[in-house]
């Protein structure tokens, strides 16, 4: 077998968000590993961009409903014309779409689920779900939680199944506080403890509940104050609840930024407070920064953070709970820093992009080699 795969990741939205840096990550480590590597996108937008400025072939296919044949075409033909050794589909759209054009084309296939809820929604997509799981070489889950969602709830074959972790270029995120400056541009004053959260404005990231966590929070830390990072349709829901409950000078929203390892720095105390997850990237990002988290109890979360060591893990949509474990660690700097340093310790010892990038790539020559009736070094199997 050929020491660098034609590999050809294929994905339906723009971003940004943890999938798509996911992807741009991953793309990054396969072709500095020697892969010749193609993306198939359906939209231009931040991936796309992203993706220009690494050694990467990007192509955008329009499909204009659920069932386009056009574009399945084009899809068949950019298989071929790229020559993939392995079609690598993340999240639901692509799985099928990708797993179609595979059986089309006799190629191996590699479907990553990054999370449960558009699936575990809809009894016609769970089927589909297990369509594909049975169809492709193998389904990759983001973390434990969704490999056994897809188990048992999707009745996809376990031995089809393999989990791989999300991983971070660890190197971006470094330990320490942000400066003065920092907070003064962000408009927080000087001494305030800041929290915050990082990511899309969307419900089921469960902003709402840290909203109101906030208004009991202020009552016993007027000076506090919250920076949500991420745009989102769901910001001018948010925005008047943040005017409901009296909350204007604790709570700032930031919209989207490319700074957020900076901004990092700047927090005492990071928050998710989501209602459902794969394994999040903004997680481990701001472990890896050296904050102390407090999560909801969800996904991938459980698998990342050991309650009481690393940060809390509360039950979701529990503003109250959220509240109580806030405060516990702002008002214990102490016992928040030691988190911190437990949880920076965690993400470089298991959760490293290039770890993530030598799994994949482990799988995708295994899956080649066995189409090819070989070892995964290339010898002839017996």
């Given at each position: 077998?050929?020491?660098?795969?034609?590999?050809?990741?294929?994905?339906?939205?723009?971003?940004?968000?943890?999938?798509?840096?996911?992807?741009?990550?991953?793309?990054?480590?396969?072709?500095?590993?020697?892969?010749?590597?193609?993306?198939?996108?359906?939209c231009h937008g931040w991936l796309y961009d992203q993706l220009q400025r690494a050694p990467v072939r990007t192509f955008v296919m329009s499909k204009k409903r659920r069932t386009d044949l056009r574009f399945m075409g084009n899809l068949t033909r950019l298989i071929r014309e790229t020559d993939a050794?392995?079609?690598?589909?993340?999240?639901?759209?692509?799985?099928?779409?990708?797993?179609?054009?595979?059986?089309?084309?006799?190629?191996?296939?590699?479907?990553?689920?990054?999370?449960?809820?558009?699936?575990?929604?809809?009894?016609?997509?769970?089927?589909?779900?297990?369509?594909?799981?049975?169809?492709?070489?193998?389904?990759?889950?983001?973390?434990?939680?969704?490999?056994?969602?897809?188990?048992?709830?999707?009745?996809?074959?376990?031995?089809?199944?393999?989990?791989?972790?999300?991983?971070?270029?660890?190197?971006?995120?470094?330990?320490?506080?942000?400066?003065?400056?920092?907070?003064?541009?962000?408009?927080?004053?000087?001494?305030?403890?800041?929290?915050?959260?990082?990511?899309?404005?969307?419900?089921?990231?469960?902003?709402?509940?840290?909203?109101?966590?906030?208004?009991?929070?202020?009552?016993?830390?007027?000076?506090?104050?919250?920076?949500?990072?991420?745009?989102?349709?769901?910001?001018?829901?948010?925005?008047?609840?943040?005017?409901?409950?009296?909350?204007?000078?604790?709570?700032?929203?930031?919209?989207?930024?490319?700074?957020?390892?900076?901004?990092?720095?700047?927090?005492?105390?990071?928050?998710?407070?989501?209602?459902?997850?794969?394994?999040?990237?903004?997680?481990?990002?701001?472990?890896?920064?050296?904050?102390?988290?407090?999560?909801?109890?969800?996904?991938?979360?459980?698998?990342?953070?050991?309650?009481?060591?690393?940060?809390?893990?509360?039950?979701?949509?529990?503003?109250?709970?959220?509240?109580?474990?806030?405060?516990?660690?702002?008002?214990?700097?102490?016992?928040?820093?030691?988190?911190?340093?437990?949880?920076?310790?965690?993400?470089?010892?298991?959760?490293?992009?290039?770890?993530?990038?030598?799994?994949?790539?482990?799988?995708?020559?295994?899956?080649?080699?066995?189409?090819?009736?070989?070892?995964?070094?290339?010898?002839?199997?017996?």
């Open positions: 077998m050929k020491d660098g795969l034609r590999i050809l990741e294929l994905y339906h939205d723009s971003g940004p968000g943890g999938a798509e840096q996911m992807i741009v990550d991953l793309c990054h480590g396969l072709a500095e590993s020697g892969h010749r590597v193609t993306a198939g996108l359906l050794d392995v079609i690598h589909a993340h999240e639901f759209s692509s799985n099928v779409s990708g797993s179609v054009a595979a059986r089309w084309t006799g190629r191996a296939v590699v479907a990553t689920v990054h999370g449960k809820e558009y699936i575990a929604s809809r009894l016609r997509r769970r089927l589909a779900c297990r369509w594909v799981g049975r169809s492709c070489d193998r389904m990759v889950s983001v973390s434990g939680t969704i490999g056994r969602f897809l188990a048992e709830s999707a009745g996809v074959p376990p031995e089809k199944l393999q989990t791989i972790y999300n991983g971070i270029d660890t190197l971006k995120y470094v330990q320490g506080d942000a400066g003065e400056d920092l907070r003064r541009e962000l408009g927080v004053a000087p001494g305030a403890p800041v929290v915050g959260a990082v990511g899309s404005l969307y419900p089921v990231k469960g902003h709402t509940y840290l909203v109101q966590a906030m208004a009991q929070i202020a009552k016993q830390l007027p000076s506090v104050m919250c920076l949500l990072i991420g745009h989102g349709h769901l910001r001018a829901t948010l925005e008047r609840e943040v005017k409901v409950l009296g909350l204007e000078r604790h709570v700032k929203f930031l919209g989207y930024r490319s700074d957020v390892p900076r901004l990092l720095g700047a927090l005492d105390l990071f928050v998710l407070p989501s209602l459902s997850e794969g394994l999040p990237l903004s997680l481990l990002e701001a472990m890896a920064t050296g904050r102390p988290v407090v999560a909801t109890d969800v996904g991938g979360n459980p698998e990342v953070v050991q309650d009481g060591a690393t940060g809390y893990l509360v039950e979701p949509r529990r503003p109250d709970l959220l509240a109580d474990r806030i405060l516990e660690l702002l008002m214990d700097p102490g016992r928040g820093k030691a988190m911190g340093v437990r949880a920076r310790a965690t993400v470089h010892e298991r959760f490293g992009v290039e770890r993530m990038v030598r799994e994949y790539e482990r799988l995708f020559r295994e899956i080649v080699a066995a189409r090819l009736g070989l070892d995964p070094r290339g010898a002839p199997r017996g």
